[in-house]
């Protein structure tokens, strides 16, 4: 299936590797030209060289801290220098700690609601008169399934990412007569370093081991098992094509059929 994507420029925040990287491969193998970003230069030039491998027109690595909003300004500035423009933008981001509601502390809160919120809202600003005015564009959050179902240790994660839903749900009405798209790609349990970061955290606290954690997971989700990253990338694609022209405001899940919720 052509998904429409050959030429279109993507900027996949976050994309050196976990679930950016999958969403950057699969948009590279349609013949996109793709800009990643992220904080280590190193990591950044020796993906582009392999999104190059996999099929992008062009391909280029910006580094970036999500944690500045005027770095996210230089980001946008710069990744339309390099590409001449942005058409698909993905929202993506390093999630935080793990806590319960009542463990949440005010400085985290105040820390990671730049990261999650400030930051994407604030590039999400600086390119979008861009597409509207040229009457295409596509931007995809890489959310989580606590945005519709809270997850119980991820509650710094549930509280800030239903800002970034909330706002999305209202941008996207604004601009959908514009040929802009605006949806979440809402992960499962995806084995990446995130999923395996907080399996270690849960094995030190309860002393089970990361093997048994890992396996109870997996007995959770109806599909049997954990995800994989390149089991996620490629519904990034295809919101990101002209396939995706018509879904926006919407919140796609990749998580093996554990969300049971029907809305």
Known sequence: MDLGLKGKRALVMGGSKGLGRSVADAIAAEGAIVTVSGREQASLDKVAAELKALGAQA????????????????????????MGGVDILVLNHGGPPVCTASQMKEEDLVKWFQNIVLSPIRITNRLMPAMRTQKWGRVIVVGSTGMQHPIPTLALSNTLRASIW??????????????????????????TDRITTNTAIRAKQTGVSEDEILAQTAKEIPAGRIGMPAEYGPMGAFLAGETGAYITASMIRVDGGRVRSML
Not at 71 to 77: G, P, Q, T, V
């Open 166 to 191: 909330g706002w999305l749900k209202t941008l996207a009405a604004e601009v959908a007569a514009d040929g802009v798209t605006m949806n979440v790609l809402a992960p499962g349990s995806i084995l």
């Open 59 to 82: 391909a280029y690595g910006i580094q970036a801290d999500v944690s500045s909003g005027a770095e996210m300004d230089k980001l946008a500035d710069a990744a339309v220098a390099a």
